[in-house]
C-alpha cells in the first residue's frame, strides 16, 4: 500500500482538533486502530497525539471504561497556590479584621476591608507593584480563601417614640399618688421585651455572644 500524502495526515489532525474530550479520544482511537495498527506509539510519532490520550481512547474504544473530564482543573493555578507566601500574607492583614458568620451556616468570615485596601496593605509589605494582580483579582483571591469584604454598619440609636414622655410622665404622675397609700406596694418587673436597637449589618447579629 502507497504511503497516503502529508495532506491526508494533515486533515487527520484538523479534524482532531475539532473535536473535544471523549469524541475526541474515540476519533483518534480509531484513526489508530486503522492507520496505525493499533499502536498509541505510531499515533504518537505519526499524528503527534499524546500516547496517554490514545491509550485512554483505545480502552474507552473497546468499552472498558469512560473517563469524565475534569474540566475546572484546568488552566493556569491559582496565584495564591502558586505564591505561598501571598495567601500567608493576606491571612496576616485580614484575619485580624474579621467575624465569623454569626448563623454559623457557613466557614465563610466577614471582613470589614475592601480589595483596595488589601492589595495596598501587601504592597506595604514589601510586594512588587508590576506583578501584583489588580483589584478585581485581589477580591477574587479573598472570596476563594473563604473571606467576604463587607463593610460593618455601626449601629444607629433607637428612635424615641412620639408616646415616651407621655407613658413615663404617667407612671411617675401614679408613683406620686401611691407614694403615701399604706395599702399599696410598688414593685418593678422587667418583661425582657425583644426591641430593636438599630439596622446592624448581618441582621443585628452580634458573633461574639
Not at 488552566?75 to 491571612?91: F, W
Not at 496576616?92 to 470589614?112: C, G, L
Amino acid at each position: 500500500m502507497d504511503a497516503p500524502p502529508p495532506s491526508f495526515d494533515a486533515l487527520i489532525r484538523s479534524a482532531a482538533r475539532r473535536l473535544k474530550g471523549h469524541q475526541r479520544r474515540l476519533f483518534m482511537a480509531e484513526v489508530t486502530t486503522h492507520l496505525c495498527e493499533g499502536s498509541a506509539r505510531q499515533a504518537e510519532r505519526r499524528f503527534g497525539w499524546g500516547r496517554n490520550a490514545v491509550q485512554t481512547g483505545l480502552h474507552e474504544a473497546q468499552g472498558r471504561i469512560r473517563c469524565v473530564d475534569h474540566v475546572t482543573a484546568k488552566g493556569p493555578n491559582r496565584r495564591e497556590d502558586k505564591n505561598p507566601r501571598l495567601a500567608m500574607d493576606i491571612r496576616a492583614i485580614v484575619e485580624p479584621r474579621t467575624q465569623a458568620d454569626p448563623e454559623r451556616k457557613s466557614s465563610r468570615r466577614y471582613a470589614n476591608l475592601s480589595a483596595a485596601e488589601v492589595r495596598q496593605a501587601l504592597i506595604d509589605a514589601g510586594h512588587a507593584v508590576e506583578s501584583f494582580p489588580s483589584e478585581r483579582t485581589m477580591r477574587d483571591i479573598l472570596n476563594r480563601m473563604g473571606y467576604r469584604l463587607k463593610r460593618l454598619q455601626k449601629g444607629k440609636p433607637l428612635k424615641k417614640a412620639k408616646a415616651t414622655d407621655a407613658i413615663f410622665a404617667n407612671v411617675e404622675a401614679v408613683r406620686q399618688e401611691i407614694r403615701d397609700d399604706p395599702q399599696t406596694r410598688e414593685s418593678s418587673v422587667d418583661t425582657q421585651a425583644q426591641v430593636a436597637v438599630g439596622d446592624y449589618c448581618r441582621g443585628g447579629k452580634n458573633p461574639d455572644r
